[in-house]
């Protein structure tokens, strides 16, 4: 699975931004997606987890009530909407692939495509 994402860019804090992951390759839909992040000087932390079929989501308390992943298993795409957006949400996103169980492990994740800056600014 190849996957790139898109839709990072520079938004005014309290803004939103939706990130956009596009697959191609065998079986996406099989697939489970997560999205990470990582800011300058920092560890890559997870932010969500959407399972192949879309009906279960995880996110991570920092950004738990501000965003919403989904996918689109006919158009080989998941997305990460986020709103209310903070200076601290500033990084570099990253999605990545997972034929296993959830995890918030960046080691537990399979493919990853490259990352898709976000700056909040204050």
């Known amino acids: 699975v190849q996957l790139q994402a898109s839709g990072g860019g520079l938004v005014q804090a309290g803004g939103s931004l939706r990130l956009s992951c596009a697959a191609s390759?065998?079986?996406?839909?099989?697939?489970?997606l997560g999205w990470f992040r990582q800011a300058p000087g920092k560890e890559r932390e997870f932010v969500g987890h959407?399972?192949?079929?879309?009906?279960?989501?995880y996110y991570a308390d920092s950004v738990k009530g501000r965003s919403i992943i989904s996918r689109d298993n006919a158009k080989n795409t998941v997305y990460l909407q986020m709103t209310s957006l903070k200076p601290e949400d500033t990084a570099v996103y990253y999605c990545?692939?997972?034929?296993?169980?959830?995890?918030?492990?960046?080691?537990?994740?399979?493919?990853w495509g490259q990352g898709t800056l976000v700056t909040v600014s204050s």
């Open positions: 959407i399972n192949w079929s879309g009906s279960r989501t």
């Open positions: 990545a692939a997972n034929a296993g169980d959830y995890t918030t492990t960046p080691s537990g994740y399979d493919f």
């Open positions: 390759g065998r079986a996406f839909s099989s697939y489970a």
